[in-house]
Nanobody, 121 residues
Framework: QVQLVESGGGLVQAGGSLRLSCAASGRIVAIYDMGWYRQAPGKERTLVAV???????QHTDSVKGRFTISRDSAKSTVYLQMNNLKSEDTAIYYCNADVKSTLRPSCQPYWGRGTQVTVSS
């Protein structure tokens, strides 16, 4: 089994900051892409940012300059630093990772349970 556990969500005023963390654990052989998605009420889940195994990153346009994704491969952890938060950032944030485990021969996507981020205006 592979587990992803998010932490760091909460309630913050507009203009404030939060840092999300997601730690992967279990029978892990290798972790490839790690990313953050979000889902606002009544909307589809969308990609926020992703980081590859070599450390390269991509951020969706709406968060560029405000959010930064990073990873600590030694800790199997991915972070999302969110600055200058806006009310439209309110959503459940989900961690995603492409993991090769000891249980399956191929890489599989895994999801965390999500953490709520609420930005008050």
């Amino acid at each position: 089994q592979v587990q992803l556990v998010e932490s760091g969500g909460g309630l913050v005023q507009a203009g404030g900051s939060l840092r999300l963390s997601c730690a992967a654990s279990g029978r892990i052989v290798a972790i490839y892409d790690m990313g953050w998605y979000r889902q606002a009420p009544g909307k589809e889940r969308t990609l926020v940012a992703v980081t590859s195994k070599d450390g390269s990153t991509q951020h969706t346009d709406s968060v560029k300059g405000r959010f930064t994704i990073s990873r600590d491969s030694a800790k199997s952890t991915v972070y999302l630093q969110m600055n200058n938060l806006k009310s439209e950032d309110t959503a459940i944030y989900y961690c995603n990772a492409d993991v090769k485990s000891t249980l399956r021969p191929s890489c599989q996507p895994y999801w965390g349970r999500g953490t709520q981020v609420t930005v008050s205006s």
